[in-house]
């Protein structure tokens, strides 16, 4: 896929400790959106910045966008156990289709 | 919040049979979605529907796919035949509007399995 790349990493950190996972992308995106996808269930939305925003916070969770460079983060603070999951970025050309990246593997243990 | 089910959770059937994904999104919502996932993969766009009517879809939305929605029911993805590299988690999805302002509601998705 040319867009929501992001690179596919896995994270095992410590209950308590800040994370942060990025996203690029190749084309043009009026949004990018970060889902979280726990096992066995779909993606939920987490956070969603607009192409207009540079940072979008939302309780532990931080989004940055940068246009320029074609790239977005996911920062999240003090995480718990219950943050273990799948998150995904999306973007969405406009054409009411989202591309998902492949996502970063975050596991955190109490 | 929303919710979007998916009926059934899981389903096994053999190659060249049809199979019928159901969805029931969320009722006031407008647009709706299938992706397909296979296991460790990203999430990948099939098809999305709106007003009665395909609006795009992708390469993965092969000839042998189709969708419906008939008089405001459950929102199918009717698979035939059936090949073994249909063999996936199919998401549905529903949003209120376009999904550069909307937020996309997902089901838990529907284990296909093709023997």
């Known amino acids: 896929s040319q867009w929501g790349e992001e690179n596919l990493q896995a994270l095992s950190i410590q209950e308590g400790e800040d994370v942060t996972m990025n996203c690029s992308y190749k084309?043009?995106?009026?949004?990018v959106q970060w889902y979280r996808q726990k096992s066995g269930k779909g993606p939920a939305l987490i956070i969603l910045i607009r192409s207009n925003e540079r940072e979008k916070r939302s309780g532990r969770l931080r989004a940055t966008l940068d246009t320029s460079s074609q790239s977005s983060s996911l920062s999240i603070t003090g995480t718990l156990a219950t943050d273990t999951a799948v998150y995904f970025c999306a973007t969405d050309s406009g054409y009411n289709k989202l591309t998902f990246g492949k996502g970063t593997v975050l596991l955190v243990s109490p | 919040g929303p919710k979007v089910l998916q009926i059934p959770s899981h389903q096994i059937i053999d190659m060249g049979q049809m199979v019928t994904l159901n969805c029931d999104p969320v009722?006031?919502?407008?647009?709706f979605y299938w992706y397909k996932q296979i296991l460790g993969q990203q999430m990948e766009f099939l098809v999305n529907f709106y007003n009665g009517k395909v609006m795009e879809k992708s390469k993965l939305f092969k000839d042998q796919f189709s969708v419906e929605r008939p008089d405001g029911s459950y929102f199918t993805l009717k698979i035939q035949p059936t090949a073994l590299e249909d063999s996936a988690v199919y998401f549905c999805?529903?949003?209120?509007?376009?999904?550069?302002?909307?937020?996309?509601?997902f089901g838990s998705g529907t284990r296909l399995t093709v023997l």
């Open positions: 999805a529903s949003s209120p509007g376009q999904t550069s302002a909307e937020t996309l509601y």
């Open positions: 084309t043009y995106t009026t949004v």
């Open positions: 009722s006031n919502h407008l647009y």
